[in-house]
């Protein structure tokens, strides 16, 4: 179809919740989309469907949307994760700043995104110029890239990484692991239920999803 691939169910094109067509822009975005709706059983389970629902949210909201997107990016960078090292624990400061001050260090030198760490869970001021520049990273993005961007600083708690794996410096699977360094830890000293283990499989699910995702684009 012009514009971009489409998939069929029953012979008929699958739409949005909008009821727009679903373009996806690339022909091995669709064919692993119509993978995701070939799993499906009797009834549809949406919730399970990464691809479709990240498709959805391209075509129908991130077009309005993307300044607010954008904006959000900058407050994640004030925030951010791989800022925030372990005070109390320094074999697990040590653990962290082995991941992230490198990542830390390519946002500076690939993006002029330049954050500055602190100890501990207080924030610290950031550069306006870097928020700035995170700003003009997410605009730079097409509607169905910079969908994937917000969905990775969603599950990361970290706008550094998810750039780091638009621009192919770690994949999503990866990047999920290096955010979860704390988590890892203190499952680690003092054990995990069953609950929390059945949380991060299913994050590691969206991870793998997102990996999908970004490989179709490219």
Same mark, same amino acid.
């Given at each position: 179809?012009?514009?971009g ?8 094109a ?8 679903m373009?996806?822009?690339t022909?091995k ?25 990240l498709?959805?949210? &391209?075509i129908?909201?991130?077009p309005?949307v ?19 090292? %372990? ?17 830390? &260090?390519?946002a ?7 954050l ?22 997410a ?14 600083f969603?599950?990361y708690?970290? %706008?550094?990484?998810a750039m780091?794996v638009l621009?192919?410096?770690l994949?999503a ?27 991060? &499989? ?6 793998? %999803? ?5 490989s179709?684009?490219?």
């Open positions: 179809m012009p514009g691939w489409t998939v069929q169910l029953d012979e008929r699958i739409k949005t919740p909008a009821r727009a067509a373009l996806l822009p022909e975005l669709a064919k692993a989309v119509a993978a995701e709706w070939n799993a499906q059983e009797e009834q549809i389970d949406l919730l399970s469907m990464h691809l479709t629902r498709a959805n949210v &391209a129908d909201r991130t309005e993307r300044y607010e997107m954008a904006d959000e990016l900058a407050r994640y960078c004030e925030t951010d994760l791989i800022c925030h090292i %372990a005070e109390d624990d320094e074999e697990l400061a040590e653990r962290e700043e082995a991941h992230w001050a490198p990542i830390r &260090a390519w500076g030198q690939a993006l002029d995104v330049i500055v760490p602190v100890e501990g869970i207080i924030a610290s001021p950031q550069p306006d110029a870097s928020l700035e520049a995170a700003r003009t990273y605009l730079s993005l097409d509607d169905f890239a910079l969908t994937g961007l917000v969905y990775a969603g599950l708690g970290s %706008a550094v990484l780091a621009e192919g410096e994949s699977t990866d990047a999920f692991e290096i955010s979860r360094i704390d988590e890892a830890w203190q499952a680690s000293q003092w054990g995990e239920d069953d609950e929390a283990k059945a949380a991060t &499989a299913l994050r590691r699910i969206e991870a793998k %999803a997102l990996d999908t995702w970004l179709g684009l490219n």
